[in-house]
C-alpha cells in the first residue's frame, strides 16, 4: 500500500525564520511502509519520528543502514536511502549549515549518513524532544521544544562561524551556484585555499561542493513545481546544458530529472502536498 502524506509548514518566531530555519510536520493518513531516496540536500536535515514506535531506517553510500527513532543528516554528495514500516509521521526541520553548527556545536558531514540525535544533542538535550514525539497527538508542544533548544543554543554559541564565511554561504546559496570560489576568495580578500580551509572547517564540505549542491537545489525544485523544458531549466540554472543537469541529477538524486518529475509532479499540480511517499 503506498504511503499517503500531509504536510504543514509550521510558523517560527521571526529571528528564527530570517535564519533560514524551516520545520515541517509530515503525518502519514493512508498507511503502508514508507520507501525513498531522498536527494542530497543543500541544508542540514533533523528528523524526529512521532510516536513510540516509529523508527527510521536509513542507509548512505558505503555506510551501513541504522534504525533511528531521531536523526540528523549532515550536507553530502550522495543521496541517502530511507524507509519505514511504521511511519505515523515526523518532525523535519531544516537547518543551513552555519545554524546547524550552532545548534550541534560541530559540523556533520553527509558521508557520516545518519547520526542519532541523542548523540549529537547528548540525552539532556535530546530526551524532551524525543518524548514530545512520542505524544503524536500534540506536535505544538515538539515544535515549542525545538524553537527553545535553538534560541538557547543560538545564544550561547560557542562555536561561532565566521563572519566571513556567513557571507560566503549566503553569497552561494543567493546565486544558486553561479558565483565562482576565486570570485569569493578575492570578494573577501582571502586565498582561495585559505577561504576552502576555513569553509570546510565551518560548514563540511568545499566550497566548490556546495556551489553544487546550490545549482542542483535550485534545478530540482524547478523540476519538480513547473511543467517547464528540462533543457531551458538546465539553462536557467547554470549548467552548461541538458546532458550535464541529467548527470547531476543522477549522482545527487539518484534519478534523472525525467524521473524525479514523473515521481513528483502529479502530487503538486493536483494540490496533493504528499512529496514524500
Request: charged residues 25%; aromatic residues 6%.
Given at each position: 500500500?503506498?504511503?499517503?502524506?500531509?504536510?504543514?509548514?509550521?510558523?517560527?518566531?521571526?529571528?528564527?525564520?530570517?535564519?533560514?530555519?524551516?520545520?515541517?510536520?509530515?503525518?502519514?493518513?493512508g498507511?503502508?511502509?514508507?520507501?525513498?531516496?531522498?536527494?542530497?540536500?543543500?541544508d542540514?536535515?533533523?528528523?524526529?519520528?512521532?510516536?513510540?514506535?516509529s523508527?527510521?531506517?536509513?542507509?548512505?553510500?558505503?555506510?551501513?543502514a541504522?534504525?533511528?527513532?531521531?536523526?540528523?543528516?549532515?550536507?553530502?554528495?550522495?543521496p541517502?536511502?530511507?524507509?519505514s514500516?511504521r511511519?505515523?509521521?515526523?518532525?523535519?526541520?531544516?537547518?543551513?549549515?552555519?545554524v546547524?553548527?550552532?545548534?550541534?556545536?560541530?559540523?556533520?558531514?553527509?558521508?557520516?549518513?545518519?547520526?542519532?540525535?541523542?548523540?549529537?544533542?547528548?540525552?539532556?538535550?535530546?530526551g524532551?524532544?524525543?518524548?514530545?514525539?512520542?505524544?503524536?497527538?500534540?506536535?505544538?508542544?515538539?515544535?515549542?521544544?525545538?524553537?527553545?533548544?535553538?534560541?538557547?543554543?543560538?545564544?550561547?554559541?560557542?562555536?561561532?562561524?565566521?563572519?566571513?564565511?556567513?557571507?560566503?554561504?549566503?553569497?552561494?546559496?543567493?546565486?544558486?551556484?553561479?558565483?565562482?570560489?576565486?570570485?569569493?576568495?578575492?570578494?573577501?580578500?582571502?586565498?582561495?585555499?585559505?577561504?576552502?580551509?576555513r569553509?570546510?572547517?565551518?560548514?563540511g564540505?568545499?566550497?566548490?561542493?556546495?556551489?553544487?549542491?546550490?545549482?542542483?537545489?535550485?534545478?530540482?525544485?524547478?523540476?519538480?513545481?513547473?511543467a517547464?523544458?528540462?533543457?531551458?531549466?538546465?539553462?536557467?540554472?547554470?549548467?552548461?546544458?541538458?546532458?550535464?543537469?541529467?548527470?547531476?541529477?543522477?549522482?545527487?538524486?539518484?534519478?534523472?530529472?525525467?524521473?524525479?518529475?514523473?515521481?513528483?509532479?502529479?502530487?503538486?499540480?493536483?494540490?496533493?502536498q504528499?512529496?514524500?511517499?
Open positions: 500500500m503506498p504511503t499517503t502524506w500531509t504536510v504543514q509548514r509550521q510558523i517560527l518566531p521571526p529571528e528564527l525564520a530570517r535564519l533560514g530555519v524551516d520545520v515541517m510536520t509530515y503525518r502519514n493518513i498507511g503502508g511502509s514508507y520507501r525513498s531516496v531522498e536527494p542530497a540536500a543543500i542540514v536535515v533533523v528528523v524526529i519520528g512521532f510516536g513510540n514506535d523508527r527510521w531506517r536509513i542507509a548512505a553510500p558505503s555506510k551501513p541504522g534504525s533511528h527513532r531521531a536523526f540528523a543528516a549532515g550536507l553530502g554528495m550522495r541517502l536511502a530511507a524507509g514500516e511511519p505515523f509521521g515526523c518532525l523535519e526541520i531544516r537547518l543551513p549549515p552555519t546547524a553548527r550552532a545548534l550541534f556545536r560541530t559540523t556533520i558531514s553527509g558521508s557520516d549518513g545518519a547520526i542519532d540525535l541523542d548523540t549529537l544533542l547528548g540525552q539532556r538535550a535530546a524532551p524532544l524525543i518524548d514530545s514525539a512520542a505524544e503524536e497527538s500534540d506536535p505544538q508542544r515538539l515544535v515549542a521544544e525545538v524553537v527553545r533548544l535553538l534560541a538557547c543554543r543560538l545564544a550561547d554559541d560557542s562555536t561561532h562561524v565566521r563572519s566571513e564565511i556567513q557571507w560566503a554561504w549566503r553569497r552561494i546559496v543567493q546565486s544558486a551556484g553561479r558565483i565562482s570560489v576565486r570570485r569569493l576568495a578575492d570578494e573577501i580578500g582571502w586565498s582561495e585555499r585559505h577561504l576552502a580551509g569553509f570546510r572547517n565551518d560548514i564540505l568545499a566550497p566548490k561542493a556546495a556551489t553544487r549542491l546550490a545549482r542542483f537545489s535550485l534545478a530540482y525544485r524547478r523540476v519538480i513545481a513547473s517547464d523544458p528540462l533543457a531551458s531549466i538546465a539553462a536557467d540554472t547554470g549548467f552548461s546544458d541538458q546532458s550535464h543537469m541529467n548527470r547531476e541529477f543522477k549522482a545527487l538524486s539518484g534519478a534523472s530529472p525525467a524521473a524525479v518529475r514523473r515521481a513528483l509532479l502529479p502530487d503538486v499540480f493536483t494540490g496533493n504528499d512529496l514524500r511517499g
